[in-house]
Protein backbone atom coordinates (compact mmCIF):
# COMPACT_ATOMS: atom_id res chain seq x y z
CA UNK A 1 0.00 0.00 0.00
CA UNK A 2 3.14 2.22 1.39
CA UNK A 3 4.45 1.79 -2.39
CA UNK A 4 1.04 2.61 -4.28
CA UNK A 5 0.93 5.76 -2.29
CA UNK A 6 4.64 6.90 -3.32
CA UNK A 7 3.73 6.61 -6.88
CA UNK A 8 0.87 8.16 -6.89
CA UNK A 9 2.44 11.10 -5.11
CA UNK A 10 5.63 11.20 -7.42
CA UNK A 11 2.89 10.77 -10.64
CA UNK A 12 1.03 13.98 -9.08
CA UNK A 13 4.36 15.58 -8.11
CA UNK A 14 5.51 15.39 -11.67
CA UNK A 15 2.08 16.14 -13.00
CA UNK A 16 2.23 19.29 -11.01
CA UNK A 17 5.28 20.24 -12.09
CA UNK A 18 4.30 20.23 -15.89
CA UNK A 19 1.05 21.92 -15.03
CA UNK A 20 2.00 24.82 -12.26
CA UNK A 21 2.68 28.26 -13.92
CA UNK A 22 6.47 29.44 -13.37
CA UNK A 23 7.13 31.90 -10.51
CA UNK A 24 8.49 35.04 -12.18
CA UNK A 25 11.34 35.52 -10.25
CA UNK A 26 12.19 32.39 -10.75
CA UNK A 27 12.11 32.74 -14.35
CA UNK A 28 14.25 35.70 -14.05
CA UNK A 29 17.10 33.71 -12.75
CA UNK A 30 17.31 30.28 -13.70
CA UNK A 31 16.44 28.95 -17.42
CA UNK A 32 14.56 25.61 -16.61
CA UNK A 33 15.18 22.84 -19.44
CA UNK A 34 12.11 21.80 -21.66
CA UNK A 35 11.67 18.04 -20.96
CA UNK A 36 13.37 16.61 -23.94
CA UNK A 37 16.47 18.81 -22.83
CA UNK A 38 16.03 17.13 -19.32
CA UNK A 39 16.07 13.29 -20.88
CA UNK A 40 19.03 14.16 -22.51
CA UNK A 41 20.73 15.83 -19.61
CA UNK A 42 20.09 12.82 -17.55
CA UNK A 43 20.97 10.39 -20.50
CA UNK A 44 24.49 12.17 -20.87
CA UNK A 45 25.08 11.95 -17.20
CA UNK A 46 25.00 16.10 -16.86
CA UNK A 47 22.10 15.57 -14.14
CA UNK A 48 21.55 12.60 -11.58
CA UNK A 49 17.72 11.37 -11.88
CA UNK A 50 15.35 13.42 -9.90
CA UNK A 51 14.53 10.20 -7.88
CA UNK A 52 18.04 10.82 -6.53
CA UNK A 53 17.43 14.58 -5.93
CA UNK A 54 14.42 13.75 -4.43
CA UNK A 55 15.77 11.47 -1.92
CA UNK A 56 18.80 14.03 -0.94
CA UNK A 57 15.36 16.32 0.32
CA UNK A 58 13.78 13.65 1.83
CA UNK A 59 16.80 12.59 3.81
CA UNK A 60 17.73 15.92 4.65
CA UNK A 61 17.31 16.81 8.70
CA UNK A 62 18.24 19.54 9.76
CA UNK A 63 16.98 21.47 13.42
CA UNK A 64 15.36 24.34 11.82
CA UNK A 65 13.45 21.92 9.28
CA UNK A 66 10.24 19.28 9.96
CA UNK A 67 11.50 15.86 10.81
CA UNK A 68 8.52 14.45 9.30
CA UNK A 69 7.61 13.11 5.97
CA UNK A 70 8.88 15.70 3.14
CA UNK A 71 6.92 15.05 -0.19
CA UNK A 72 8.51 16.81 -3.76
CA UNK A 73 4.71 18.66 -5.11
CA UNK A 74 7.23 20.19 -7.86
CA UNK A 75 10.15 19.99 -9.60
CA UNK A 76 11.86 21.66 -12.32
CA UNK A 77 15.44 21.34 -13.74
CA UNK A 78 17.54 24.81 -14.36
CA UNK A 79 20.69 26.04 -15.71
CA UNK A 80 22.58 28.33 -12.99
CA UNK A 81 25.50 30.13 -14.00
CA UNK A 82 27.31 27.54 -11.82
CA UNK A 83 25.75 24.62 -13.44
CA UNK A 84 22.47 22.60 -13.50
CA UNK A 85 20.29 22.59 -10.32
CA UNK A 86 16.94 20.55 -9.44
CA UNK A 87 14.54 22.86 -7.71
CA UNK A 88 12.12 21.51 -5.73
CA UNK A 89 8.88 22.42 -4.00
CA UNK A 90 8.92 20.54 -0.94
CA UNK A 91 5.57 19.98 1.02
CA UNK A 92 6.36 18.70 5.05
CA UNK A 93 4.02 16.72 7.07
CA UNK A 94 3.48 19.85 9.33
CA UNK A 95 1.69 21.49 6.40
CA UNK A 96 5.29 24.28 5.69
CA UNK A 97 5.86 24.32 2.14
CA UNK A 98 9.82 25.13 1.46
CA UNK A 99 12.08 25.50 -1.71
CA UNK A 100 15.18 23.25 -2.30
CA UNK A 101 18.00 23.31 -4.99
CA UNK A 102 19.79 20.24 -5.48
CA UNK A 103 22.98 20.20 -7.44
CA UNK A 104 21.94 18.03 -10.07
CA UNK A 105 25.43 17.01 -10.82
CA UNK A 106 26.12 15.50 -7.64
CA UNK A 107 22.31 15.22 -6.08
CA UNK A 108 23.45 16.80 -3.06
CA UNK A 109 21.25 19.64 -1.55
CA UNK A 110 22.54 23.04 -1.90
CA UNK A 111 19.86 25.34 -0.25
CA UNK A 112 16.68 24.96 1.94
CA UNK A 113 14.62 28.20 1.36
Same mark, same amino acid.
Do not use: W
Given at each position: ??? %?????????????????? *???? %?? *??????????????????????????????????? %???????? *????????? *????????? #????? +?????? #??? +???????? +???
Amino acid at each position: MNR %AFAALALSAAVLASFLAP *EPAA %AD *EQLACLSKSDQRAAITSGQAVPLAAAMHSVRSVRT %AKRSRGSR *EVIKARLCR *EAKGLVYVL #TVLSG +DGKVTH #TSV +DATSGRVV +DIR
